[in-house]
Every structure is written in structure tokens, then in C-alpha cells.
């Protein structure tokens, strides 16, 4: 359900644990009022809090006048916070004792727990932002790498709703024409061919479907497994690509019985390594033999050489794999590696580089509605060739108009929205 704007919320908008500062977030008409009965300054001629400034002091319990702990207090009014409403935050030490504490103090005097990204959706409502600029601060929070982080920030800026809804306008004028064709039958309309600009819709639709492929995996990274004989190395490449000791490498073959999941970070690419039970003909116990199976379950694309430090290890049979890129290997010493790493990359997104400024599909759910807004677009085109009256075309172009508007959100429903924003932190 959609809650109401009227409410002021409060959640603790930092992760729970023992840190240096802790924040609790409030929005909404009330905020303020209620923070000034706990809040006070070490300022005593200070009487009001001054707007996006930063006031030191003490929370205190309103009752027992008991200090809970020294904050920062900062007040953001309407029109200008994160919400669009008056927005207070309470900065304090990372105690989560204290936090709950405050958070408690604050219900007590008349707010109401935010739901996971209720922050958010108020944004969204208020105006601040769209529905892809909303989804991008969620991905903002998840980036994996630099890379994804980059272009989540690029679609909070709008580097992608522009587009999106440059070809919604498109298709909005040419609804009009058909719409106008259908209400005024008998005035003089001037003849216009739909079909150039639906097809440069298509055209441009494509064309942001066609980033999807490498946006999908810098937001969710790549699943790959490391597979190999006993001994031969995989648990040191899991580590030399981490850049870390987090798989136990022995002398002992078969040290790894089970899969072991670690993400690297190859050239901006989130690479989901897993780690797997060395292949050989007969495992030890049902453990190990789970973890062979589970190694069986891939395919392969680069074959790694591995402990090329030992010429007489590093040999292979002539003309094995010729089709796949072949790298010579010390995950010891880490001689290769940077080799083993470009070759990854060109694997993965055959060296593709992307712009600071290139608008970028990262979001499944963006992709699946592109496509939808495509085919109804196509369709349109269909029942104008065959001649069909501008009534039945326009209907094709309605949905097509309706799908993109679910992208931004001019057209989201409740339970979209719903979905959506439950996917969030709470306090975001």
C-alpha cells in the first residue's frame, strides 16, 4: 500500500553495529517539532535550528530530563531536503543503544516507523525524482565495483530518463495525430505517415536494449568457476585475483570440498568466483563428491595454465582447446595475472569501454519494458500497412506510450511501486 504523505516518519538510517556515528532520520511536518523536545544545544542563546547547519548538543529524555548522548542535529526544510519535506537528522555516536534509544524517544512523541524506502518513494511522489533516478539509489547503495557504481550515479543524474522520455514525446505526438484523425472526421486534418517516426522510435529503443548486455553485468556481476584438477591452483587464483588469503591453500590435494563464492574485481566487472572441488575420478566421502558435481556444472572459455614457474607442470598436448584463449600462469607469484585479467575482460564485454556520458540499461526490469514498448511500436507499424483505421493503430501506440511511462514512473502503478520500493533499506 501507498502510505500517507501526512505522516512523519523516523528510521535509523545507518547500519545497526558499533561504529563511529549513527543517524536517525526523520521527514515529514512534524520533524522538527519533535526534535526540539529532545534536542538540546550546547548554544543556549540558540533558540531556533538554523537550516542545513550542523548544531551541537545533547539528546535528552523529555520527561527525565536523562542524557541519551551528544548528537548533531541538522534541519533541512521543504522544499529543499531528500524527501521534499522538512527533513531532521540526528547524528549520533554508533551505539546501538543509543540509537534505538532515540529512535524509541522519537515514536514516543508522535512519528511512526518508515517502511523499507518509504524516504524514497516520498521523493518520488514529491517530484525529486523518478522512478529510474529512485531505482538508481538503490543501486548506488549495492554497487559491487566502480564501474557500477558509476553508471547507478549516471542514471540518478537522468542520463537515462532523458532518452526514455524524449521517445515517450514521440510517441505521444503521434497519438495525438491519430487521435485527432479519429474525434475530427470531418474537418481537414493534414495527411501525416506515422510510420518514419514510429520506426525511429524502434531504432532508438534498440539502441538503448543493445547496452543492456554489458549493464547487466557491471550492476550484477558474472558467475564463474574456477575448474580444475586436484592441486593445480585454484584456490591460489581465487586469492591472487582477490588480491587476498581467503581460500586455504595446502600441499594437500583436495583441500577445497566444497564451492566457495567470492566476488573480485576485474576492470570494473563484478567476477563472482567460485572456487570448486577438484575433478578426479573418485571422490573420499559424499561431501566431497557434492563438490565435484557442482564442478561439473559449467562452461569453460579461458584455459589457465597454471605454476608456468615449473616449465615441466606448465605442458600441454598440442592443439588442446585451440578455440579458447589460452594464459600462461604463477598464481604464486602472480606472473600472468594482469594477462588473465585483460583476458577476462575481453571475454566478458570484448573490450567495450563506457562513456562517462553513455546512457546505460543496468535494470532488468527496464530491459523487459523497452522490449515490450518495441513490439507494441512494431505492431502499430503491422496495422497501419494493412490499412486499418487510425482507432485500432493508436491502441498499439497507447501501450507503447504506457510501457515507457512505466520506466520513469508517469504511468507506475500501486502495486509496481510497492514492489519496488520494498526492496529498499529501511531509513532510505
Known amino acids: 500500500m501507498i502510505f500517507s504523505l501526512d505522516d512523519t516518519i523516523v528510521a535509523i538510517a545507518t547500519p545497526l553495529g558499533s561504529g563511529g556515528i549513527g543517524i536517525v532520520r526523520l521527514s515529514g511536518s512534524n520533524s522538527l517539532p519533535i526534535v526540539q523536545k529532545i534536542f538540546r544545544p550546547t548554544n543556549k542563546r540558540l ?32 522544499p529543499h531536503s531528500y524527501t521534499c519535506q522538512d527533513v531532521v537528522e540526528i547524528q549520533s555516536h554508533g551505539s546501538t543503544i543509543a540509537l534505538q534509544q532515540i529512535l524509541q524517544l522519537v515514536l514516543s512523541l508522535g512519528a511512526r516507523p518508515a517502511e523499507a524506502g518509504e524516504m524514497t518513494l516520498r521523493a518520488f511522489i514529491n517530484g525529486r525524482l523518478d522512478l529510474t533516478q529512485a531505482e538508481a539509489v538503490l543501486d548506488i547503495i549495492n554497487a559491487k565495483t566502480t564501474a557500477g557504481l558509476r553508471i547507478a550515479t549516471q542514471q540518478l543524474s537522468g542520463v537515462l530518463s532523458v532518452p526514455v522520455s524524449q521517445v515517450r514525446h514521440k510517441l505521444v505526438n503521434t497519438l495525438a495525430f491519430l487521435e485527432a484523425s479519429i474525434d475530427f472526421v470531418e474537418d481537414d486534418i493534414p495527411y501525416e505517415n506515422v510510420i518514419p517516426p514510429l520506426q525511429e522510435v524502434i531504432t532508438e529503443l534498440e539502441q538503448l536494449i543493445s547496452t543492456a548486455s554489458h549493464g547487466m553485468i557491471y550492476r550484477q556481476g558474472i558467475r564463474t568457476a574456477i575448474v580444475g584438477k586436484p592441486n593445480v591452483g585454484k584456490s591460489s587464483l581465487l586469492n591472487a585475483l582477490l588480491r587476498g588469503e581467503r581460500a586455504i591453500v595446502t600441499d594437500i590435494p583436495g583441500t577445497t570440498r566444497d564451492t566457495l563464492e567470492e566476488t573480485a574485481n576485474i576492470h570494473g566487472i563484478p567476477l563472482v568466483l567460485v572456487d570448486t572441488a577438484g575433478i578426479r575420478t573418485k571422490a573420499s566421502d559424499t561431501v566431497e563428491k557434492i563438490g565435484i558435481d557442482r564442478s561439473h556444472q559449467n562452461k569453460t572459455t579461458i584455459l589457465i595454465l597454471n605454476k608456468c614457474d615449473l616449465p615441466h607442470i606448465c605442458v600441454i598436448p598440442e592443439n588442446f582447446l585451440p578455440e579458447t584463449p589460452h594464459v600462461y600462469l604463477s598464481a604464486l607469484k602472480g606472473d600472468g595475472l594482469e594477462k588473465l585479467e585483460n583476458t577476462i575482460t575481453n571475454q566478458i564485454i570484448g573490450g567495450h569501454v563506457v562513456s562517462a556520458d553513455e546512457p546505460i ?21 503491422t496495422a497501419h500497412v494493412a490499412g486499418l483505421s487510425p482507432d485500432l493503430v493508436s491502441i498499439d501506440v497507447c501501450e507503447a506510450v504506457d510501457v515507457l511511462g512505466q520506466i520513469t514512473g508517469e504511468s507506475a502503478t500501486e502495486d509496481l511501486l510497492n514492489i519496488i520500493f520494498s526492496r529498499f533499506c529501511i531509513g532510505k
Do not use: C, W
Not at 535550528?49 to 548522548?69: M, V, W
Open 47 to 78: 533558540t531556533n535550528l538554523k537550516p542545513r547547519y550542523l548544531h551541537f548538543g545533547k539528546i535528552i529524555h523529555p520527561e527525565t530530563h536523562f542524557p541519551i548522548d551528544e548528537a548533531l542535529v541538522a534541519y533541512m526544510p521543504k
Open 361 to 381: 540499461i543496468s535494470n532488468p526490469r527496464h530491459v523487459a519494458l523497452l522490449k515490450q514498448a518495441v513490439l507494441f511500436t512494431q505492431e502499430a507499424i
